[in-house]
Every structure is written in C-alpha cells, then in structure tokens.
C-alpha cells in the first residue's frame, strides 16, 4: 500500500563463497543501504543485492613463555594470515603456531588461506645453548629450542685439515642432523688430515662408522 513499509526478504547467496551478502539498495550505483524499517513505500521500487567479501577473525592465544599475546587479524575470504612473529621471555623459544592446542605441527602462514574464524595457539619450547669448540677454542654459540634436531653450521676451516663433523665435547660419537637436541651442549669440532685414504661403500652394506682423528 502508498506510503507502507516492505519486509525485508531473506538474503539471497553469492554464486561465490568469498562474497557475502550486506544489505539491499535502491541505488545500484552508490550501493547505499535501504532502510527497510523507516523508509515508506510511495511508488514502484527495485531492490537490489550488496556483496561484500568475506571477513575472518584470526585469534592467537597466549600461553607460558610468551612475552605477549599479538591482537586479531581481519582477513578477507582466501586471503593469509601474517605472522605475528612474537617474541617469548627469557629461556624460551616460540617455534610456530597450531591450530591444534597441544600440537607441534605448525601452521603454515604462506600456503594455508583463511576460509572461517580460526584461533591460533603458540609452540613454546625452552631455549637451549649449543657451545662450539675448537680444541679448547670457543668459536661461537647458538640457540636452539628443545626437541629439535641439530642443524649443521656453516663449516669451519683448518689450514691442513679437512673438516669431518661436531661431536660432544669429551666423547667419540658424532652429531648427525637427526640428532634431537635436548639439552645444552658443547661440541667440539673434528679435523682430519688432508690427503688422507677416502673409504667408499661399494657393497651392500648399511649403517654408520665413526672414526677417530687422523685415522
């Protein structure tokens, strides 16, 4: 009827996922929402569908360690997260985010697209001290979080030497990257002569060797 009110009628879907519907408009132009509850009726009227993209809240959790917790991000439809690179107190290390509390497997920031409200928890590890040595030289230290494996440094030089691996200082058992790493070490690095017999394994034969220096 003249100068009545229109219901408001239920909201149509996108043919796409990553649009959701806003509101109606008289005027597809400006796009300005119609108000439904206070705007009389006073001739023939076309309305027609606002889309917008899709907005997702990502939420991190604090936890022990953690020096603070980073603040939502919006991201739209299909968009990515950014990493919120915090930083942990004293005596730990924040290794990633997990969807799954209790979980070490990391959420990946770059390959995982927001497609819903997600809430992100921290992986805090204690931070552990791998001392290297020389001899009796000290050359450098790094930090490591605990449970991971040994990542090799770059190898350091000895005029005269080949360079043959780290082990425990005081001990004869190499460190191999699939070392885990569960407390503070010290290594020390291991030399052998240059020129010396290389050994190959040309049979079917598995396992590891350890050799001394300069044998």
Do not use: R
Not at 27 to 52: C, H, M, Q, R, W
Not at 200 to 213: L, P, Q, R
């Amino acid at each position: 009827l003249y100068n009545g009110k229109v219901e408001s009628p239920k909201a149509p879907e996108h043919a796409e996922k990553k649009y959701e519907f806003l509101h109606w408009t008289a005027d597809a132009e400006s796009k300005e929402e119609f108000k439904f509850d206070t705007t009389p009726i006073e001739d023939n009227l076309t309305l027609y569908p606002v889309f917008g993209i899709k907005t997702f809240t990502v939420t991190f959790v604090g936890a022990e360690g953690l020096s603070s917790v980073p603040k939502p991000q919006k991201v739209d439809y299909g968009s990515y997260a950014k990493n919120p690179n915090a930083t942990a107190i004293e005596g730990y290390i924040i290794t990633g985010w997990t969807t799954d509390k209790g979980v070490d497997t990391p959420f990946n920031f770059t390959s995982s697209p927001i497609e819903s409200d997600i809430t992100l928890y921290p992986i805090v590890k204690e931070e552990l001290t791998l001392n290297f040595y020389d001899g009796d030289v000290f050359k450098y230290s790094s930090k490591v979080a605990s449970g991971s494996t040994f990542v090799y440094p770059d190898n350091p030089t000895k005029y005269g030497y080949d360079f043959a691996g780290w082990k425990k200082k005081g001990e004869e058992v190499y460190i191999y990257s699939s070392t885990v790493i569960g407390s503070d070490m010290e290594l020390e690095a291991c030399w052998n002569k240059k020129g010396l017999l290389s050994i190959t394994n040309t049979g079917n034969v598995s396992g590891n060797a350890t050799y001394k220096n300069d044998s």
